[in-house]
């Protein structure tokens, strides 16, 4: 057995919890992510603000894809 089947073998447990917290969370998540991107672009004064946006996006579509990763739905269209 590989090093990559012996990674694969120890997080599959991991895998299914973390699916299932942003299952349970993803308003929660989703909330705090715009909170923080608002948070940092205040700070910076608007300099950043479209990295901010862009970085702010892709963090949401993962916490999508872990969300709805296990019972074969899409997730809702932003």
Known sequence: ???KDT???R????????S????????????GLE???KTVDE????KYSKK????TGKAKKAVDRIA???DGSTPPAA
Do not use: F, N, Y
Not at 11 to 18: E, F, Q, W
Not at 20 to 31: N, P, T
């Open 68 to 70: 709805h990763k296990d």
């Open 35 to 37: 909170k923080a991107a």
């Open 20 to 31: 299932d917290l942003a299952q349970r969370h993803e308003g929660r998540i989703q909330h």
């Open 43 to 46: 700070k910076t004064k608007g």
């Open 7 to 9: 990674l694969k073998a």
């Open 52 to 55: 901010i946006e862009t970085g």
């Open 11 to 18: 997080l599959a447990p991991a895998k299914g919890k973390v």
């Open 1 to 3: 057995m590989g090093l």
